[in-house]
């Protein structure tokens, strides 16, 4: 996959789906079609349910059915003509699924199946976080069908063009809820050890990689750390990811945390989880994986100094590229680029980047 650059979109949620069929419209093709335009190395889908119910909300787009892989492709096909690769990340949202969207106006918590949402399936039967209604725990069968439907997402993404596919094991969705010792309180082969606890991530991940093309990256996000005691931690992310890296086939590792408790202290500030990605980022040296750090990286000489210090290798903005989506053509002008090799589309050459 070729990329222009090195700052990537963070995957970002819209909630602009009223028809609650899960398929993009004008909204996400304004939305990738800006940061595309905008001089993104890589653009990066919203969370992309790889199921109905894996949905984090009613709003949400996904990759499951022929409608819905015709909308990608014409948003991939825009990304590309801006010269952006793009990619889906898909996500399956377990106990946190069938929310409200986190739109002004909207309530908060779960969606009963009477106002549009549906009952959710977890790792274990209970509720993620306290606001939550009770998940129903995925028997064996389920496992297997969440793991399929991943492959199948896979498959589709490929055929809308996608350059890479980011697997969403972060933030407290059903990936994370099995990792984590906090909520996954099973005593079958996917509870207790690291081992069994990380097991559905490395089935997905084979399922994936055997449906995505050989030579197109496969990325995945972790939550890097629950930032609670006795919690899920960058030591067992930074084997997981070794683990991922030399014997599943991952080849892009994006390191986010959190997502997994309402109470925990998180030391936000600029930057905060670059250490994350950095330790992942060393536990991979050698490998040729990519490592990108994620988290409140908004100015460029902050970015620049991430990636010449070689604590990651890319980095992916989110909310900065929300209030500026032509922040990498920002950023390369900041930096010296001359305005001939700004990536920005040639219609906003003249916006004085
Ligand atoms: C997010 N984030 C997010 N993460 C993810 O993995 N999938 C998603 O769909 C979303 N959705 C989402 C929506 C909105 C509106 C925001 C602001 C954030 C998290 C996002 O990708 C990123 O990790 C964080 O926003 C931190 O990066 P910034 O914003 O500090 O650069």
């Known amino acids: 996959m070729f990329v222009r650059n090195r700052a990537f979109v963070a995957p970002m949620c819209q909630y602009a789906i009223d028809a609650g069929d899960g398929v993009p419209h004008?909204?996400?093709?304004?939305?990738?079609?800006?940061f595309a335009a905008g001089g993104f190395g890589l653009v990066v889908t919203e969370a992309t349910g790889v199921t109905a119910e894996g949905r984090i909300s009613p709003g949400d787009v996904g990759l499951w059915n022929d409608e819905q892989t015709a909308a990608h492709a014409r948003l991939v096909a825009f990304a590309h003509s801006q010269g952006a690769a793009a990619?889906?990340?898909?996500?399956?949202?377990?106990?946190?699924?069938?929310?409200?969207?986190?739109?002004?106006?909207?309530?908060?918590?779960?969606?009963?199946p009477e106002a549009g949402g549906w009952a959710t399936v977890g790792v274990a039967d209970a509720p993620v976080l306290p606001s939550?209604?009770?998940?129903?725990?995925?028997?064996?069968?389920?496992?297997?069908?969440?793991?399929?439907?991943?492959a199948a997402s896979a498959r589709r993404a490929d055929a809308a063009g996608y350059d890479v596919v980011q697997i969403h094991a972060a933030h407290g969705y059903l990936l994370h809820q099995f990792c984590s010792p906090l909520t996954n309180t099973r005593t079958d082969g996917y509870g207790g050890s690291e081992a069994n606890r990380t097991r559905i991530v490395r089935e997905v991940v084979d399922a994936v990689r055997a449906a995505w093309p050989a030579d197109k990256p496969l990325?995945?996000?972790?939550?890097?750390?629950?930032?609670?005691?006795?919690?899920?931690?960058v030591a067992a992310n930074a084997r997981l990811a070794r683990v991922l890296v030399e014997r599943h086939g991952v080849t892009w590792v994006d390191a986010s945390s959190g997502g997994l408790t309402a109470g925990s202290a998180v030391p936000v500030a600029p930057g905060y989880?670059?250490?994350?990605?950095?330790?992942?980022?060393?536990?991979?040296?050698?490998?040729?994986?990519?490592v990108s750090a994620?988290?409140?990286?908004?100015?460029?000489?902050?970015?620049?100094?991430?990636?010449?210090?070689?604590?990651?290798?890319?980095?992916?903005?989110?909310?900065?590229?929300l209030r500026n989506p032509h922040w990498a053509a920002a950023a390369a002008s900041e930096l010296g680029v001359l305005p001939a090799d700004n990536p920005q589309a040639p219609q906003y050459a003249r916006s004085g980047y």
Not at 219 to 229: H, K, P
Not at 305 to 321: E, H, K, M, Y
Request: hydrophobic fraction near 50%; proline fraction near 4%; aromatic fraction near 6%.
């Open 132 to 150: 939550l209604a009770p998940a129903r725990a995925l028997d064996a069968d389920g496992i297997a069908g969440v793991v399929e439907a991943f």
């Open 219 to 233: 990325g995945i996000r972790l939550s890097a750390t629950d930032w609670v005691e006795s919690g899920w931690d």
């Open 273 to 290: 989880q670059v250490p994350l990605a950095s330790r992942i980022h060393a536990a991979l040296a050698g490998t040729g994986a990519v």
């Open 294 to 321: 994620v988290g409140l990286i908004d100015d460029a000489r902050q970015a620049e100094t991430i990636l010449v210090s070689g604590q990651a290798d890319a980095v992916s903005i989110g909310r900065a590229a």
């Open 26 to 34: 004008d909204w996400h093709l304004q939305n990738l079609g800006a």
């Open 87 to 112: 990619g889906a990340q898909l996500a399956h949202a377990g106990g946190k699924a069938s929310t409200y969207p986190a739109l002004p106006g909207f309530g908060a918590g779960t969606v009963p």
